[in-house]
């Protein structure tokens, strides 16, 4: 059974930072592709960042370009998503993906599709205040 499990949520000022963990279990993950995408109430889900399999290139989303950085410990199977300057539009569920064993080594500018996502975590809410 393959879970990815998110933590780190919770509620910021704006301005303020929060540090987002995608634990997996069931798989090793070391090779593949990861992602983060996010769902705000009454929005459909969208792409936030990519990590190649690698860790050697990522792909953000224009809206957190600059704020927001994805990163991996493949020696603990996790997967990072470090925000700073949150402001009140990132609101949401952030949820962490992986694509399937196909698209392992997809990069990180492909994973922004949501179509190529295999996996899904459960989602951990982040909820910033103005």
């Known amino acids: 059974q393959v879970q990815l499990v998110e933590s780190g949520g919770g509620l910021v000022q704006a301005g303020g930072s929060l540090r987002l963990s995608c634990v997996a279990s069931?798989?090793?993950?070391?090779?593949?592709?990861m992602g983060w995408f996010r769902q705000a109430p009454g929005k459909e889900r969208e792409f936030v960042a990519a990590?190649?399999?690698?860790?050697?290139?990522?792909y953000y989303a224009d809206s957190v370009n600059g704020r927001f950085t994805v990163s991996r410990n493949d020696a603990e199977n996790t997967v990072y998503l470090q925000m700073i300057s949150l402001k009140p539009e990132d609101t949401a569920v952030y949820y962490c993906?992986?694509?399937?064993?196909?698209?392992?080594?997809?990069?990180?500018?492909?994973?922004?599709?949501?179509?190529?996502?295999?996996?899904w975590g459960q989602g951990t809410q982040v909820t910033v205040s103005s």
């Open positions: 993906a992986a694509p399937d064993g196909n698209n392992r080594f997809t990069s990180p500018q492909a994973m922004s599709d949501a179509r190529l996502v295999y996996y």
């Open positions: 069931g798989r090793t993950f070391s090779r593949y592709a």
């Open positions: 990590i190649s399999w690698s860790g050697g290139s990522t």
